[in-house]
């Protein structure tokens, strides 16, 4: 058989496979057609992150976002406002588009029934243009400033359009892939991604700058998307979801553009899974050329999951963030200069608030979770454990109260999904846990995560290996689910690991007084967001509180070292949270939480102190993630709850106390804090903010007073 009739071949079974649906069988058909068609054609090897590396990580490094989307309008959507707070910081942004995002290739205007022409380069080109119209404003400038259009020639002699704009001092670049999001033969992303052998073509925009189509396999997406993270040396890079939650569609919950069974589109979570493979495989060639691995802090964005969950953001954020969507959306009577057409028309307007989908009414991290997480040593010095550069990393200030941090020492592990839990055990000793993507092969290989964890083997010592704790789950599909790892130390020397499942309940694993682990419990309950607060009582005794769809769940230990299960919240009456709750424990030795309701900016306190309606924090408004520790006030203040979270503009803000009149204290302007930053409040000891700056090191705020009412 010669080359043509084999690649005839390869094109026409994986045409069948794909049309009878995905899965083992369909990997084992199309398992002889290697790259390009060709059967039996060489396996390009996999590069990917070493768990037991522990090199120094490269030094110098400038500040710059890379953002992977599957569609033009992901970012806008699913990543703001972070994407437009850095940006505005002064922070460079790059974003790659995967897809066309030509989708049926018509470019409706909402409740207009006039028939539109289907052109799919046309639309192709007039979401790019939308594109550029809402970084023009997001850079402060004109939507309908000219941009610098280039050509970026890239590995295996793909070329993409890659289009530049400066203004003020800030920067924003796109870079248009342009892979067909419907290939030829009915081929899409997911396929890419998971059967060997699958090519995808590209779409060539209207007026584009590359007027060839070019076609991508497998792995040259992988070295595409990789050489592109080796080329602009990001500190901070946005991804998707790579491991959506289960979904069920009914009359509720109807399907609409999702994928079957999951809470997201088909292209999301392929592109997700091509940027985490990519990014591994960075680090582990950029570490074998170099010596020395990328720093850098990850941050994955939740997508379709907006539409199932409370809503998060309060107006003035949400309004914001759907102006830049409006100016995406574009007008049919816009006068951009693009004869393709001036914007995504579908999304003009008001329609991103008026959409029953919701997508932009909330911005939710798939790993929710502060870093980096800090503690102190025995001379005072604050310790910070986060990810950089997918491997879990110890930062030690150099001196008492001096805020600085010398070079972070690599405690290996990775890949990691950038959250960590921290904790110390009654003998002093720390425990790291970790979300690991333990195989990221595709192309019908493994594709599985687990939880680790590595401890120290004495106070202030040197750590031992990394261990493997499994997941609730078995089966690597519903593995993939697990959330991220939280845990707490008690009294009767035991450490209690907690983690959401597939079906969106709690499991734990405990280690024993021994020091060995037992097995995974499953502890019931309904439906909750990933995101667990964990505190200890007066007594000792163990509260875990997550976010539902009808309120705040709750489990406990009924009494100290006993079993945790399910029960309801003793004292605490509130609506349902728009986010993982913060869990206090007062001076009085009760717990109570803290959160918002549904797109509020203001947050109330519900507990013992409280009263049954809640205490309202009108000072204290914001959006994001909430923490609070019981810490001893400013000016030797009796102990009380100090609280942690974001004004509506992104800015750091602390507020010592609980009670209504409390007002906050907000960080300098130049303290930019990449995801949510936390709060140390050792016994006895100042209160500091840590955080993580865009250029992937760790900052300290040390919040001296408070004004007062």
Known sequence: MNDTARRESCAATRRQVLAGGLGALAAAMVAGCGTNGRPGGPVAPVHAVDPQATGSFAAGRKSLLLQVIAHPDDDLFFMNPECRRLLSSGVPVVTVVVTAGESSGRNRVPHELAPVARNKPGYSAARQQGMRQAYAEMLGVDRFTRWQRTVLALPHGVRAETDGLAAGGRRARLIFLNIAMRSEGGVRLPALWDVPGTVMRTVVATASLVSQV????????????????????????????????????????????????????????????????????????????????????????????????????????????????????????WECGDPAGCGDYSQSGTHALTSRKGWARSTHPRYPGALPVPTTDRSGRIVAYGVLGTQA???????????????????????????????????????????????????????????????????????????????????????????????????DHRVHLFVRTAAKGLATRIRGASGRWGPWH??????????????????????????????????????????????????????????????????????ALIYRAPAAATPYVYGASAGAAGTPLPHFTGYGLLTA???????????????????????????????????PVTAPARTVTVGAPALLAPHGGPVSVVGMSPDATPWVWRPQTTPRA
């Open 214 to 333: 070019h076609t991508y396999d497998h792995q040259t997406l992988v070295d595409v998307l990789a050489w592109l993270m080796g080329h602009y040396r990001p500190t901070v890079i946005h991804t998707m979801d790579p491991d959506p939650d289960y979904q069920v569609h009914d009359a509720t919950h109807p399907k609409g553009s999702d994928q079957r069974h999951f809470s997201d589109h088909r292209d999301h979570t392929p592109t997700a899974l091509f940027t985490w493979k990519a990014i591994s495989q960075w680090v582990a060639d950029a570490t074998r050329r170099g010596g020395r691995a990328p720093g850098f802090t990850t941050v994955a964005f939740r997508g379709y999951y907006n539409q199932r969950w409370p809503h998060n953001l309060p107006p003035a954020v949400l309004e914001d963030k759907v102006r830049y969507i409006a100016a995406y959306g574009g007008g049919a009577r």
């Open 393 to 491: 990393v110890r930062w030690r200030e150099t001196d008492p109260g001096s805020g600085r941090f010398g070079a972070p020492r690599n405690l290996g592990g990775g890949p990691l999904a950038p959250a960590l839990s921290v904790v110390t055990d009654t003998a002093g000793r720390q425990l790291l846990f970790a979300l690991r993507f333990s195989a990221l092969d595709g192309q019908g290989g493994p594709n599985t995560r687990e939880i680790v964890v590595r401890e120290q083997r004495g106070t202030d010592g040197q750590f031992g290996p990394w261990r493997g704790l499994g997941t609730p789950d078995a089966g690597a599909a519903r593995g993939r689910r697990a959330g991220c790892p939280v845990a707490v130390a008690t009294a």
């Open 629 to 663: 520790h019981l810490a001893a006030g400013p000016d030797g203040e009796k102990a009380a709850p100090v609280l942690l979270g974001l004004t509506d503009g992104g800015r750091v803000q602390v507020q010592y106390g609980t009670s209504a009149d409390a007002r």
């Open 522 to 591: 499953r502890l019931g309950g309904r439906e909750i967001q990933d995101g667990l607060s964990v505190v200890l009582d007066g007594a000792g005794r163990i509260h875990v509180y997550a976010a539902g769809h009808d309120g705040v769940h709750h489990w406990a230990q009924e009494r100290p070292g006993g079993p945790v299960t399910f029960r309801r919240p003793s004292g605490v009456r509130g609506p349902v949270p728009d986010d993982p709750p913060a869990a206090v424990r007062e001076a009085s030795g009760r717990t």
